[in-house]
């Protein structure tokens, strides 16, 4: 079954410990993105990756890092968590075709942290 | 800042009527729009994507584009309760892959 597994779905932690989601797809996709949503804000790209070792920022990516090391995982890293990044975070990927952008973008779970 | 702007909502409509969704963007260079639905507590899945200026049909889903007017909308023919869910409008730009996606407008079908 195709799919986009993020883990764990639900995280409460402290102020200032680092964590790690997890992000794995099934689908051999090139691009892989990480968004928050928040109320009222809408979903939110947080980074983007292109293909292995090939990222770049989204609208909102002060206090996160990624990494691309293998085509299947794109792990989104908070070093020092703080409360501002409460929020519902979604994985998702799709396939990149050079100039257009006409695949669908398939959604992981999402992940629910709690930032105390 | 790029923005893609939809009414919040709920927009309320009877069971077998036509639900209009609609979305406006600031980006002129976007180039892609698609769009999501949301269910409550689960993630986006994509309705629609549309490329061009006109018509794009679907089943009960037809997306509309009108790059001039910087307009995007999503009419659902026969809407049914299933139908109920937060609906999000989203635009890339061209050239990049970054998606603008709107806070969504929340459809509430009627039985």
């Known amino acids: 079954e195709a799919q986009v597994t993020q883990n764990p779905r639900y995280l409460i932690t402290v102020t200032g410990k680092k964590l790690t989601v997890t992000c794995s797809q099934n689908?051999?996709?090139?691009?892989m993105s990480w968004y928050r949503q928040d109320p009222g804000l809408g979903l939110r790209q947080i980074y983007y990756?292109?293909?292995?070792?090939?990222?770049d920022k989204g609208d909102v990516p002060e206090g996160y890092k990624v990494s691309r090391k293998e085509k299947r995982n794109f792990p989104l890293i908070l070093e020092s968590p703080s409360p501002n990044q409460t929020s519902l975070y979604f994985c998702?990927?799709?396939?990149?075709?050079?100039?257009?952008?006409?695949?669908?973008?398939?959604f992981g779970p999402g992940t629910r942290l709690t930032v105390l | 800042q790029k923005e893609v702007e939809q009414n919040s909502g709920p927009l309320s409509v009877p069971e077998g009527a036509i639900a209009s969704l609609n979305c406006t963007y600031s980006?002129?260079?976007?180039?892609?729009f698609f769009w999501y639905r949301q269910y409550s507590g689960k993630s986006p899945e994509l309705i629609m994507s549309?490329?061009?200026?006109g018509d794009k049909e679907d089943g009960r889903f037809t997306a509309q584009l009108n790059k001039a007017s910087q307009y995007v909308s999503l009419l659902i023919r026969d809407s049914q309760p299933s139908d109920s869910a937060t609906y999000l409008c989203a635009g890339v730009t061209s050239g990049t892959y970054k998606y603008i996606f709107g806070t969504g407008t929340r459809l509430k079908v009627l039985a």
């Open positions: 998702a990927s799709r396939a990149a075709k050079s100039g257009t952008h006409t695949d669908t973008q398939y």
């Open positions: 549309i490329y061009s200026n």
């Open positions: 980006d002129r260079g976007s180039q892609s």
């Open positions: 990756s292109m293909n292995v070792e090939v990222t």
């Open positions: 689908m051999n996709h090139e691009y």
